[in-house]
């Protein structure tokens, strides 16, 4: 079985930064693709930024220049380098991860979600 753990959320005041670290773990081969997503009160799950296991990222529009994705093959870990947060951006933030448990066989793993709240 493979899970995707989070860490990192909170609370902080807009202006401010967070990281986000997801851990990828149990039986599989190799994680082609992880990202983050993010879910409003009230509106649809929408995409954060993406990373592939070769470095490539992808990021929303409204992210672009205040969130950094990065990857770490090696630890399996995802992050997420948050900046100049705006209250728009509280969320619960998901991991996701593309996993290969086979050489061809794969499929999609979400974590539990990670609160960020950004408030004065």
């Known amino acids: 079985q493979v899970q995707l753990v989070e860490s990192g959320g909170g609370a902080v005041q807009p202006g401010g930064s967070l990281r986000l670290s997801c851990a990828a773990s149990?039986?599989?081969?190799?994680?082609?693709?992880m990202a983050w997503y993010r879910q409003a009160p009230g509106k649809e799950r929408e995409l954060v930024a993406t990373?592939?296991?070769?470095?490539?990222?992808n990021y929303a529009d409204s992210m672009k220049g205040r969130f950094t994705i990065s990857g770490d093959n090696a630890k399996n870990t995802v992050y997420l380098q948050m900046n100049s947060l705006e209250p728009e951006d509280t969320a619960v933030y998901y991991c996701y991860g593309r996993v290969y448990t086979t050489p061809l066989y794969s499929r999609s793993y979400w974590g539990q979600g990670t609160q960020v709240t950004v408030s004065s």
């Open positions: 990373v592939t296991s070769g470095g490539s990222t």
């Open positions: 149990g039986s599989f081969l190799r994680i082609s693709t």
